[in-house]
């Protein structure tokens, strides 16, 4: 199996190209990355690394590189600090260049596969953002960025229902590198004060990663995967 990997250099996609490099299933990775990457990975004989810019656009040759690919799992996103500040580029990072990619990837690659099996993209949307009275207005941007997110992304799968596929992840914040694991009540019970809303601890990113890179192989039963999906089926 060929799999497409973009964002290889963020928490959630160095676990999903390690993920991808272990999994015996998975035959050749063309990690799509602005920046380069460690030597163990760039001479890793399943990875194909392609230096690409702009994720707005696809090069001929770039498509025929992606050729003969089932799936692929779009770790691109924001950074924290990056979003908090310019709202232009979380837009542009979080909702822009997933779609106008997820687009272009179905109307190239999609009827390409083989076997003629569907053609599986699987990306994160900030839609399970912690609400608290402190952050409640940067949570409500994040939301109203997530739906315009998941539903650019569905218009595209509802359009190509025969070729294309999306599966959305809807994680909690990641954990901080050197948090300790949440060990308190479980994700469903925790509450935000005054909200009366549910609100789910940190998780790995090594546990996205795993989630990202089974679903690409296997596809799941919903196309929306909760936060309590991944810590039940991906732990």
Same mark, same amino acid.
């Given at each position: 199996?060929?799999?497409i990997? %973009?964002?290889?250099?963020?928490r959630?996609?160095?676990?999903?190209? +390690?993920?991808?490099?272990?999994?015996?299933?998975? %035959?050749?990775?063309?990690?799509?990355?602005?920046?380069?990457?460690?030597?163990?990975?760039?001479?890793?004989?399943k990875?194909?690394?392609?230096?690409h810019?702009d994720?707005?656009?696809?090069s001929?040759?770039?498509?025929?590189?992606?050729?003969?690919?089932?799936?692929c799992?779009?770790?691109?996103?924001?950074?924290?600090?990056?979003a908090? %500040?310019?709202?232009?580029v979380?837009?542009?990072?979080? /909702?822009?260049?997933?779609?106008?990619?997820a687009?272009?990837?179905?109307?190239?690659?999609?009827?390409?596969t083989?076997?003629?099996?569907?053609?599986?993209?699987?990306?994160?949307?900030?839609?399970?953002?912690?609400?608290s009275k +402190?952050?409640?207005?940067?949570?409500?941007? +994040?939301r109203?960025?997530?739906?315009d997110?998941?539903?650019?992304i569905?218009?595209?799968?509802n359009?190509?229902?025969?070729?294309?596929?999306?599966?959305?992840?809807?994680?909690?914040?990641?954990?901080?590198?050197?948090?300790?694991?949440?060990?308190?009540?479980?994700?469903?019970? +925790?509450?935000?004060?005054?909200?009366?809303?549910?609100?789910a601890?940190?998780?790995d990113?090594?546990?996205?990663?795993?989630?990202? /890179?089974?679903?690409?192989?296997?596809?799941?039963?919903?196309?929306?995967?909760?936060?309590?999906?991944?810590?039940?089926?991906?732990?």
């Amino acid at each position: 199996m060929k799999v497409i990997v %973009t964002g290889p250099t963020g928490r959630a996609g160095q676990e999903v190209v +390690k993920k991808c490099l272990e999994d015996e299933r998975i %035959t050749k990775v063309v990690i799509l990355t602005r920046r380069g990457l460690p030597g163990e990975i760039e001479s890793h004989p399943k990875a194909d690394v392609i230096m690409h810019q702009d994720f707005t656009q696809y090069s001929d040759y770039l498509i025929r590189r992606m050729q003969g690919s089932e799936a692929c799992i779009w770790a691109i996103g924001a950074r924290q600090e990056q979003a908090k %500040t310019d709202k232009f580029v979380e837009r542009s990072v979080g /909702v822009d260049l997933p779609i106008a990619s997820a687009k272009i990837l179905c109307e190239k690659l999609a009827d390409k596969t083989p076997g003629g099996v569907k053609f599986r993209f699987v990306y994160c949307s900030p839609k399970h953002t912690e609400k608290s009275k +402190k952050t409640l207005m940067f949570a409500n941007d +994040k939301r109203k960025l997530a739906n315009d997110l998941e539903k650019g992304i569905a218009e595209i799968a509802n359009s190509y229902k025969g070729k294309f596929e999306a599966y959305t992840l809807r994680p909690a914040n990641f954990r901080m590198p050197d948090a300790p694991p949440s060990t308190s009540a479980p994700p469903s019970k +925790k509450l935000v004060p005054g909200l009366g809303q549910s609100a789910a601890a940190p998780i790995d990113p090594e546990k996205v990663g795993k989630a990202m /890179v089974m679903i690409a192989c296997d596809g799941w039963k919903e196309k929306v995967i909760e936060n309590e999906t991944i810590l039940k089926n991906w732990c």
